[in-house]
């Protein structure tokens, strides 16, 4: 099993959770035990890869990596219900940001920024409350993603987000609007997490085993010599996250050692927050698998 460009809690998932949500934030959660019950037993090879993930690549025992799969699929219920509420009834979310100063600093320079992230914890929270930075914040997407959840979240009357789209397309046009918003001194966030077939591949040790990742993104985050953090928002219980951000760093030297650098620096805190926030792991694929 491999990612086809659409994340799970797409067009279907956003659906499911913007009517649990019409109940209110407690009752949606109560519904919610159910449907990620639902899932573990409907989505048989999905909660297959899942129980693996737990198993080989975190360490856990059977009963535990059984117990995690529910779990995970309750918790990323649980960021969908929340990203739709912030977007909608804005309800009284209590934020914890380490490294806050960080991004202020970055947007006081005026050179713009790469925050980049992955598929680990609640992005569309961070991306929300990153107004406090002051300055434009876009978010990078797979074109596939960023139609199925635009059209979900129409249809619940959602028509203003916190932040701008760029949508990654096949014909690269993306890297203007990119490029266009560094020049602006704006914020920019991809998750480098990803790839599709077309990616040039770079395999990297992660959890014990060599994975794949998107030579062209760790590429993308070096080549405009600017700053780069790693930034992430996990959920620590009812409406408490925390987000944190490390040190930018602006790489440098030739391209080769800008993208290997990178690529350890990135690697390295992904699997720091990996092995410490499990559960929040929604990569729902086989994402060691060789292509």
């Known amino acids: 099993m491999k990612w086809d460009g659409r994340s799970k809690g797409g067009k ?9 949500l019409k109940a209110g ?3 949606a959660y109560i519904l ?3 449907v990620a019950l639902y899932y573990c037993v409907a989505e048989r090879r999905k909660s297959a890869v899942a129980y693996s993930f737990y198993r080989k690549h975190i360490g856990f025992g059977v009963l535990r990596s059984l117990i995690s799969v529910y779990r995970n699929y309750y918790l ?11 977007m909608t009834a804005n309800p009284d979310f209590r934020i914890t940001f380490t490294g806050e100063n960080h991004l202020t600093d970055m947007a006081k320079q005026g050179k713009g920024g790469f925050l980049v992230g992955a598929h680990l914890g609640n992005w569309e929270i961070a991306g929300f409350f990153l107004y406090r930075i002051n300055v434009p914040v876009n978010i990078v997407i797979y074109d596939n993603e960023y139609e ?3 059209e979900c979240l ?3 009357g959602i028509k203003k987000y916190a932040y701008k789209i760029i949508s990654l397309k096949d014909d690269m046009s993306h890297l203007y609007e990119i490029t266009e918003a560094l020049s602006r001194g704006e914020l920019v966030c991809l998750h480098a997490d990803r790839h599709m077939d077309n990616s040039k591949l770079l395999y990297h040790t992660f959890l014990n085993e060599p994975a794949p990742f998107s030579q062209s993104i760790f590429r993308l985050c070096t080549m405009f010599d600017i700053p780069v953090t790693f930034v992430y928002a996990f959920r620590l219980k009812f409406r408490r ?7 930018p760093r602006i790489y440098s030297g030739t391209k080769e050692k800008k993208l ?4 350890d620096d990135y690697v390295e805190e992904l699997e720091k927050n990996v092995v410490r926030y499990p559960l929040h792991w929604f990569n729902f694929f086989d994402f060691w698998k060789r292509q």
């Not at 996250?241 to 040190?247: P, S």
């Not at 290997?260 to 690529?263: L, P």
């Open 154 to 156: 129409k249809s619940a």
């Open 32 to 34: 919610l035990t159910f």
């Open 25 to 27: 934030l407690t009752p």
């Open 76 to 86: 990323f219920g649980q960021c969908l219900i929340d990203r739709v509420a912030v």
């Open 241 to 247: 996250y925390h987000l944190h951000a490390t040190k």
């Open 148 to 150: 199925d959840i635009k």
């Open 12 to 20: 279907s998932g956003y659906t499911i959770f913007i009517w649990l």
């Open 260 to 263: 290997e650098e990178f690529a």
